[in-house]
């Protein structure tokens, strides 16, 4: 499910610190969960951030 975005993982010491972007929030809570699983990781500061792609306009919607 995140094959394909961009974040970046730093550790400092048992601390982790996540950054990049990706398109829905929760992509960025799944990261998190899955740092939270690696052996070690005490503290994970989450700094990921969400760009929601624009959504298509249905054909008959129109803009007032």
Same mark, same amino acid.
């Given at each position: 499910?995140?094959?394909? &975005?961009?974040?970046?993982?730093? /550790?400092?010491?048992?601390?982790?610190?996540? =950054?990049?972007?990706?398109?829905? /929030?929760?992509? =960025?809570? /799944?990261?998190?969960?899955?740092?939270?699983?690696?052996?070690?990781? /005490?503290?994970?500061?989450? &700094?990921?951030?969400?760009?929601? =792609?624009?959504?298509?306009?249905?054909?008959?919607?129109?803009?007032?």
């Amino acid at each position: 499910m995140l094959k394909g &975005e961009k974040i970046f993982i730093s /550790l400092v010491g048992n601390d982790c610190i996540l =950054k990049g972007t990706v398109d829905a /929030l929760e992509k =960025k809570w /799944l990261a998190e969960d899955i740092v939270a699983d690696a052996p070690g990781v /005490l503290q994970i500061k989450n &700094e990921i951030n969400v760009i929601n =792609k624009p959504e298509r306009l249905a054909e008959n919607f129109y803009e007032i």
